[in-house]
């Protein structure tokens, strides 16, 4: 897989056909080491800082890292949020608020750290994602304020008719890494959520005309950091038509109607879809919190979120880092021309699924993802007595009106991690089990229990060659049948119900057991 400057891994491809007027090729923004150069914070620079704040209120703790400090308003109580796209406050048109935006906030205090999605339709109205609440996740253990480093990322993108045909639904994921400072490799997405009506009504009525529970699939100028009234946000950048600057695209009324010839009011010189990560810690209570590593990519989500590009080429000689040719902004940071590739992922191994995240490899046989749960817990896979003799954890339809009843399942994406050290045999399985308990179909890949890790890893499993339509008690999941009580494999599973018409299962000793409130951690695709 590819990675950034840092060492950080792309999570998803960079998108191949819109740059920063709309016509030019993937693109990205990387922080520089040193976030202080620029003269000028409030007027053409990249990364902007609340009104609360001047460019003294910065602080470079280190250029060699590109460590720097900033002071947010901190309350107990407080979150950090990632948010965007959004603009400037309640301004708008004749169908939504520019305020309009999505976040993902985490607590800074609590042990676990606990999140929630969170959705403005207009500035300031916060409300929290009726589908999930507050949640935390087993990736996610240490409290934040006192701790080390941590990696915090959101991804936000459309999804085609996800709603229905001709309506998009919108998808944002938070991913995070609780130690980057001893692997910042190790980036796992805690949950992702589905902005459409089957998953709640979410928000009020969108002031400036917008729909009730409005669903905000267009763009926006900012992408913000903020815990409280503090914040800083990064702004994507445009050239001047003489060509002798770059300025942050700015004013009033900029969501909708300047460009719907792109649809979804969509700004011809604005990323929809976008991946926006940091690595911060905070040492107290002190209000300050230190950051670096800051970055923003324009993405292509119509691949699998492993499906990423080559390592971008080192730019020519005065370039910037980390990317194509680079042009400095402002002294701060490096636009850089990603000449990616959309292709099979370089991640993926060789067999005959895909976009796994270290699993099946190839191009993906799925087309349409039908059933989707990210992991907040885990369950061991074991045939011991310590693990209750469980050998399968499995999803069944048991309604007509499933979303799994009627499907030709095709791909099966499954978070898979070791305990201890687990032989190569047995390998680990997916299958098609029958309300009897009888295998319908057996994917042909397998995954041998050796190459896990320790952390979850996204694993493909091919289905193409099925031609069995799943109905009403039909089981789809993964199995393993080794005995060790210390030596085993873990799949995750949520740990709330969201979902009608199917349950959780799992077959322990000789017969399937079945619990309420939970859903299996799989992605189906037909």
Known sequence: MPFDKWGIPFLYPTKKTAGVTGTGTGFFWEQSNNVHDDDDYEGDAMLRIGKEHDSSDFKVISTTTGEWQFPFNFDSGDGLSLSGPTGHHTGGETHGCQGFTYMINVSLEDTPPKFRFRKETYHVQYNNDPQYGLWTHTSAPDKIVGGGWFGYCWVIYNKKDGVSAGKDSRIMEVWWNNDPAADIKNWVMLKRKEDKPSNGNWGVSATCDGDAYQIGTWSNIQF???????????????????????????????????????????????????????????????????????????????????????????????????????????????????????????????????????????????????????????????????????????????????????????????????????????????????????????????????????????????????????????????????????????????????LSGSQYTAFEGSSWDVKTGREVALTMWE
């Open 224 to 498: 913000r950091f903020k815990i409280d009234a503090s914040d800083f946000s990064l702004h994507p950048l445009k050239p001047e038509p003489d060509g002798t600057k770059i300025n942050s695209i700015g004013g009033e009324n900029m969501s909708f109607s300047d460009s719907e010839n792109r649809g979804y009011g969509y700004r011809a010189d604005m990323p929809r879809d976008v991946e926006m990560k940091c690595l911060f810690k905070m040492d107290d209570t002190s209000g300050n919190c230190r950051f670096k590593n800051v970055s923003i990519r324009e993405i292509d989500p119509s691949l699998s979120f492993d499906d990423t590009p080559p390592t971008p080429e080192e730019p020519p000689t005065g370039g910037g880092s980390g990317g194509g040719a680079g042009t400095t902004l402002q002294g701060s940071f490096k636009l850089q021309w990603d000449l990616n590739q959309l292709r099979t992922s370089p991640c993926a191994g060789t067999g005959t699924g895909g976009g796994g995240g270290g699993g099946g490899g190839g191009t993906p046989t799925g087309n349409a993802i039908f059933y989707d749960i990210a992991l907040d817990s885990e369950k061991e896979l074991s045939d011991s007595s310590t693990w209750q003799n469980r050998k399968i954890v499995a999803q069944q339809c048991i309604l007509s009106s499933s979303n799994m009843n009627g499907k030709l399942l095709r791909q099966v994406d499954i978070p898979l991690k070791k305990a201890g050290s687990p032989g190569a045999t047995p390998t680990i399985r997916s299958r098609i089990w029958n309300s009897g308990g009888a295998v319908i179909y057996t994917s042909p890949t397998e995954i041998n229990p050796t190459t896990l890790t320790t952390s979850y890893q996204t694993f493909t499993f091919d289905f193409s060659g099925n031609t069995h339509t799943l109905v009403v008690g039909d089981r789809v999941g993964v199995q393993y049948t080794g005995t060790s009580s210390s030596d085993y494999v873990l799949c995750g599973y949520q740990g709330t119900s969201t």
